[in-house]
């Protein structure tokens, strides 16, 4: 798929072949079947209307999925969720001056950069647990819960810690703090995962960086064309049958704010990469645009994702980072965040304030 550039480059995006096979089938389609038990819904109307139906469960959210059986409460998530907020206002106020260019393969580099500036002052058991390659299996995760869980002493005055770790010192014994530091690895992953996948799309969309054109702008329609979270579950339930007849009482729903966002219907030449469109539209209630989810239950961890995404085009502008020119092609697997694989990041001429 091509991305037109209001600059006039042009870079394509290859998806994986089931991504390209939903915007080839369904684009347009308010609602069609996937699977024997799952619809898919990509009407901004109708998503809404399921949306609102009822809250998201707790099945249905990745914070409060059970830990190895252990219910996750959520007092326990609204309070990791704030430690980690904490960190991250904490880690926004330092200067940029000290931060050096961000040139690399992205979005490793941009990861590495969001976690060393939040998470930087842990010790490694702390610090592996933001680690990309812990995606690759859940064993491994666990494996270095139980390590890092193990082998934890007393804190004391001398070790800075952020908030966030001190919930897993605070754990009254070798149980608790497992469940900690598991908590601590699906709060605190994320929101570097987020940022990497969100400001390596901008960078690839928008290199180079027009210094006419707001990271807002820039950010907000990335999300748009590149969502990382670009699906949202909803398990069987009798709610929907009342929304939709179509909809069986024992389906599953996958809505699909990836399609919604480049819906014909609802968006002005929907493929191309115009962040001006933002001067002019409201992301908190323009139709079909979810890339924090629905209105009802916006995601926790948008208030950090964004200044952080903000802070790190600000190092892009000031170093004047730009996607290589010799990069023309970027793919995007079938993971759980939508992504551009493998992104080169040069530095140039600083963009002009």
């Given amino acids: ?34 699977e024997p038990d799952t619809i898919g819904i990509a ?17 249905e959210r990745p914070t409060f999925k059970p830990v190895r059986r252990r219910l996750v409460s959520r007092a326990d998530a609204a309070t990791f969720m704030q430690a980690v907020s904490v960190d991250v206002r904490t880690a926004l106020k330092a200067p940029l001056d000290a931060d050096g260019p961000l040139v690399g393969v992205w979005p490793q580099r941009a990861h590495d950069y969001v976690r060393d500036l939040v998470f930087g002052r ?31 002493g007393r804190t004391g005055q001398e070790r800075p810690l952020s908030k966030l770790a001190t919930q897993v010192f605070q754990a009254n014994d070798f149980r608790d703090r ?8 699906r709060v605190a992953a994320p929101v570097c995962f987020t940022v990497a996948a969100l400001v390596t799309s901008a960078l690839w969309l928008a290199s180079p960086l027009d210094p006419e054109t707001s990271n807002r702008n820039i950010l907000l329609e990335a999300l748009r ?116 694989a493998s992104v080169r990041v040069c530095a140039g001429s600083p963009v002009a304030q």
């Fill in 1 to 34: 798929m091509s991305i037109r550039h209001s600059a006039g480059n042009s870079r394509t995006v290859v998806f994986a072949p089931r991504i390209a096979e939903l915007f080839e089938k369904y684009r347009g389609t308010d609602l069609f079947r996937l």
């Fill in 43 to 59: 009407g901004a109307d109708l998503m809404d209307a399921v949306l609102g139906a009822r809250p998201a469960r707790h099945d």
């Fill in 122 to 152: 842990e010790d490694m058991r702390f610090r592996v647990l933001v680690d990309r390659r812990l995606e690759l299996t859940p064993k491994l995760t666990w494996s270095v819960v139980i390590s890092g869980a193990a082998l934890i």
């Fill in 178 to 185: 497992q469940y900690a530091m598991y908590l601590y690895r």
């Fill in 225 to 340: 064309l590149l969502p990382p979270s670009w699906n949202l579950l909803r398990l069987k339930g009798s709610e929907y049958s009342a929304v939709d007849a179509r909809i069986d009482v024992g389906d599953d729903l996958l809505l699909l704010p990836l399609l919604s966002q480049r819906d014909p219907r609802l968006w002005e030449a929907p493929d191309a990469f115009r962040p001006e469109r933002w001067d002019s539209l409201d992301p908190e209630s323009h139709p079909g645009y979810l890339p924090f989810g629905h209105v009802s239950e916006r995601c926790w961890g948008r208030h950090m994702v964004m200044p952080l995404a903000e802070r790190v085009l600000d190092l892009a502008r000031r170093d004047g980072l730009r996607v290589d020119p010799n990069q023309t092609v970027g793919k995007v697997e079938l993971d759980g965040l939508l992504e551009i």
